[in-house]
T-cell receptor
Framework: GAVVSQHPSWVICKSGTSVKIECRSL??????MFWYRQFPKQSLMLMAT?????????EQGVEKDKFLINHASLTLSTLTVTSAHPEDSSFYIC???????????FGPGTRLTVT | KNEVEQSPQNLTAQEGEFITINCSYS?????LHWLQQHPGGGIVSLFM???GKKKHGRLIATINIQEKHSSLHITASHPRDSAVYIC?????????????FGEGTQLTVNP
């Protein structure tokens, strides 16, 4: 089946620094990718939709200047958390729709800890 | 009220028991997913349904479009089934494959 990878799988950074998370579709092309955030004991919350060749679409309440999304190619989307704060510590997951209609594949997630 | 409601929130079972997790929703849908999230965080799509019933091994998923309700059943449960099960839907009229998630059901199967 289709595979989506994320890198890094975990990262610890100091408050005020920026962190980049990569999401790659390994064996299929994805013109759209979704970025989610998940806090402990909670479900996934959609942050933004990444669109290849155009600007990302952000959900209400998500700061576009803080969470920069770049869909660089048909297989790569990146999420950069800028000026990270401890409250940004969370589990970030990406997903990409597959060729089959309505199917989606999820990345393994990136655990971000901001100290 | 959330568009997607799951029950129960937490479920503890003994190995071998038959398990049912329910999902009710309030909008018209194009498709509904049942996802499994293991403690490490990785998410796997178990089923995608738009009607009827699907079966894979010990897992069965059903959906009743008229009643806006779906169920995930696990037969002969095993400790390795312990995970969070999430119902997620694609609302009709939504662009692309954008998912709306339920809160998840934490399942623990004891040996």
């Amino acid at each position: 089946g289709a595979v989506v990878s994320q890198h890094p799988s975990w990262v610890i950074c100091k408050s005020g620094t920026s962190v980049k998370i990569e999401c790659r579709s390994l064996d299929f092309q994805a013109t759209t990718m979704f970025w989610y955030r998940q806090f402990p004991k909670q479900s996934l919350m959609l942050m933004a939709t990444s669109n290849e060749g155009s600007k990302a679409t952000y959900e209400q309440g998500v700061e576009k200047d803080k969470f920069l999304i770049n869909h660089a190619s048909l297989t790569l989307s990146t999420l950069t958390v800028t000026s990270a704060h401890p409250e940004d510590s969370s589990f970030y997951i990406c997903s990409a729709p597959a060729l089959a209609i309505y199917e989606q594949y999820f990345g393994p997630g990136t655990r971000l800890t901001v100290t | 009220k959330n568009e997607v409601e799951q029950s129960p929130q937490n479920l503890t079972a003994q190995e071998g028991e038959f398990i049912t997790i329910n999902c009710s929703y309030s909008v018209g849908i194009s498709a509904l997913h049942w996802l499994q999230q293991h403690p490490g965080g990785g998410i796997v799509s178990l089923f995608m349904l738009s009607s009827g019933k699907k079966k894979h091994g010990r897992l069965i998923a059903t959906i009743n479009i008229q009643e806006k309700h779906s169920s995930l059943h696990i037969t002969a449960s095993h400790p390795r089934d312990s995970a969070v099960y999430i119902c997620a839907l694609i609302a009709r009229g939504t662009s692309g494959s954008r998912l709306t998630f339920g809160e998840g059901t934490q399942l623990t199967v004891n040996p």
